[in-house]
């Protein structure tokens, strides 16, 4: 039994799924391995796997970091609106 080249995991994830079980298939050649996601079956060459979760995970930072300053913008605005409730005179300085 050759079980053993499947169900391996790998610490990257699917890029259309986010899934994290890949089932890898060592390739004839070697530039040709194949990892076919365990959730969704997209298929995809090891390289290109990797390429993807590099591109995502900057992408996903870019993406945590508009939420952050997002949410900050937003609590700052709250913030304001209270304390111009509070007072008839409040200066902006
Ligand atoms: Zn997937």
């Keep these: 039994m050759k079980s053993e ?43 290109e796997l990797i390429r993807e979760n590099s591109e995502n995970i900057s992408e996903h930072a870019k993406e945590i970091g508009n939420e952050f300053v997002k949410d900050a913008a937003d609590e700052l605005r709250k913030s304001l609106k209270k304390a111009f409730r509070g007072s008839k005179h409040i200066k902006i300085k």
């Design 5 to 47: 080249k499947y169900n391996r995991s790998v610490s990257l994830h699917c890029p259309t799924c986010g899934g994290g079980m890949f089932e890898y298939d060592q390739g004839v050649d070697e530039t040709i391995e194949l990892v076919k996601c365990a959730s969704c079956g997209r298929e995809t060459t090891k390289d």
